[in-house]
């Protein structure tokens, strides 16, 4: 069934001094990435009041519904081609795998056969997504709530699923943060925050988690994205994060690849029915958005799941290193320059 994202903003306090040209952009880079990922930035002119004092800005936002871009119709079938038991018995740690794409790859590792283990720092949406992946797939679940950005933090929820499974076999790092900022705009402290999720954080498990993947001959998968490409506007931190994340993919493949440990990424494009679509391409952007995809559809959290079962199956026994792009096209293909109708028109005016 398709979810309809709800968020109710209230009383939203800025910390820094706002550009009136850009308020609703100096606002979200003005606020820590957690409160930041409240807004419909489309919203925020219309529905925001704002008053200022000497030093500070206030704004009272009024109610607001998000909505988060749909997943698509006419997306493939999501059954699975691959064997329900090919990951039978494995254990899967994952992190921030509790919402979105991350709770998507939990959902595929579990439907073929994996325990699932996760860490995030909502223990109430662990205990949720835990118990939804044993009931629906009868697998073992294992969460601890912790912070990828604490490395005692890490190694710890690490060691508890460790003593809880007797093994780790496959840790995918899918914690992270992100929200829109054009970069002057972008608090030093907003921009330190997603490279310490993102990147630190993947750094943290990775580290942490080699004993355990060492000795179980173990995989990695990093979740990447395709913004760090080309340049994104307004995404600055996140594609810096991400550009380091694959690189750490490519580095601790060469690193740990003798002692067994495959290491690789995924780069989703805009994914339907998610938090990270919700913030950075709510309402008619996502629309516009889709339209600019090669194959013409937002993906779903099953093209991403999907994906990490091929990288976690023995079909991709010989793939290290690797970042697999899955992203309908979306990061190579530009808008045309000239409409087609236009094209179309030169076209037939040449031939008469
Ligand atoms: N949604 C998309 O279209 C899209 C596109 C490209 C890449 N991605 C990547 O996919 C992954 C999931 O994104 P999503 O859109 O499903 O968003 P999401 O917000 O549902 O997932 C992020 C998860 O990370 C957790 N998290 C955040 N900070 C944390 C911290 N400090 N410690 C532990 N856990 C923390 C959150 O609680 C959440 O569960 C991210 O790595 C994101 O960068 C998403």
Known sequence: MRLRHMRLCFELRLRAPMAPKYPSLARAAA??????????FEKLLSEISVKENTSKCFCTAKKTKL?????????????????????????????????????????????????????????????????????????????KAGDVRDADQCAA????????????????????????????????NGFKTVIDIDLNGTFNMCRHGYQYLKASKGIIINISANLHY??????????AAKAGVDALTMNLAAEWGHEGIRVNGIAPGPIGDTEGMKRLAPGEAGEKLKK????????????????AVFLCSSAASYITGETLVVDGGHWFAKPPMVPREIVEKMMAASRS
């Open 31 to 40: 606020l820590e990435p957690a409160v930041c990922f409240c807004f419909s």
């Open 67 to 143: 909505e988060a871009p749909m997943a698509d119709t006419t997306a493939p079938d999501s059954s699975s081609p691959f064997k329900s038991d090919i990951l039978k018995g494995k254990v899967a740690f994952i992190t921030g795998g509790g919402s979105g794409i991350n709770f998507g790859i939990a959902q595929a590792l579990a439907a073929h056969g994996a325990h699932i283990a996760m860490m995030g720092r909502r223990e109430e949406v662990l205990k949720k997504a835990c118990e939804e992946l044993a009931s629906k797939f009868g697998v073992k679940t294992f969460f």
């Open 157 to 188: 929820a690490l060691k508890a699923t460790n003593e809880n499974f007797g093994h780790i076999d496959i840790l995918v790092n899918g914690a992270a943060g992100n929200f829109l900022a054009p970069p002057e705009l972008l608090s030093p």
């Open 230 to 239: 080309v340049g994104t506007l307004f995404q600055s931190h996140v594609s």
């Open 292 to 307: 600019l995809i090669p194959l013409q559809r937002f993906g779903s959290v099953q093209d991403i799941g999907l994906a």
